[in-house]
């Protein structure tokens, strides 16, 4: 397989076509931001770390039957990807109270929610990409009813396997972020799954090990990084 022209540039990844057909080249960079692109810095390996949480999770979730954009890890920093139409929405599920969902309602950071909260948000970096309800996606055109509705039970699937995959391996998933697109009349799940998306704790004594450690200067960035990797790959 040979990597093409970039077609996409971002901050954490470059997107490259390659030879063969509905086939995408994401390679993962070392490049960190925070604050919606205030802070920036480098992670050192964490393109690699990111590649490879990436594509075990993926292939977690793919034995659970979940489709997924992934393909094969190639180059120790990148991933073969299927070629996805995406859906300008992310989906964000939170298990416990953090970041902005403290802030918003002034809840102490780590309450266990009774339920999974799923929440919506517009991917549109020139509006920080804002938040929107489930009538938002719907009424303004971005989803239809029945590609929503598939997506909503997907992410809770998604969910499940993930948070039940990492408790058995000391971790806890605190909240993360999904993207979906759809390949002809199928929905798959995008994008990435890493520290960088995702809020993950120590399940037994609550440390931080996701990028919440170079957004508040925690330090220990990268073997922090390292560290979630060795539990979920070993």
């Not at 859906?87 to 802030?103: D, H």
């Not at 509006?127 to 590609?147: C, I, Q």
Request: proline share 2%; charged share 30%.
């Amino acid at each position: 397989m040979r990597k093409g022209e970039l077609l996409y540039e971002g901050k954490a990844k470059r997107v490259f076509e390659t030879d063969a057909a509905g086939v995408l080249w994401a390679e993962f960079k070392d490049s960190a931001t925070a604050f919606d692109g205030v802070k920036k810095g480098t992670i050192k390996g964490k393109g690699v770390y990111n590649a490879t949480m990436s594509a075990k999770l993926f292939s977690v979730l793919e034995r659970a039957g979940i489709l997924t954009h992934f393909l094969e890890q190639v180059e120790g920093r990148s991933l073969l990807v299927r070629r996805l139409k995406m859906f300008p929405v992310e989906i964000v599920m939170r298990n416990k109270v953090a970041g902005s969902l403290a802030e918003r309602y002034g809840l102490g950071p780590g309450t266990e929610l009774k339920k999974p909260i799923l929440e919506y948000y517009l991917k549109a970096n020139a509006l920080h990409d804002p938040m929107m309800n489930r009538n938002h996606v719907l009424v303004l055109g971005y989803m239809t009813e029945r590609k929503l509705s598939h997506v909503e039970g997907e992410a809770a699937r998604v969910n499940r396997v993930l948070r039940n995959y990492m408790r058995r391996r000391g971790l806890e998933l605190v909240d993360f972020k999904l993207e979906f697109g759809e390949r002809g009349r199928k929905i798959y799940l995008g994008d990435e799954i890493s520290p960088d998306t995702c809020r993950i704790w120590d399940a037994a004594t609550g440390e931080v090990l996701d990028k919440d450690r170079f957004r508040f200067d925690l330090g220990a960035v990268e073997e922090h990084y390292e560290e979630v990797v060795r539990r979920l790959t070993a």
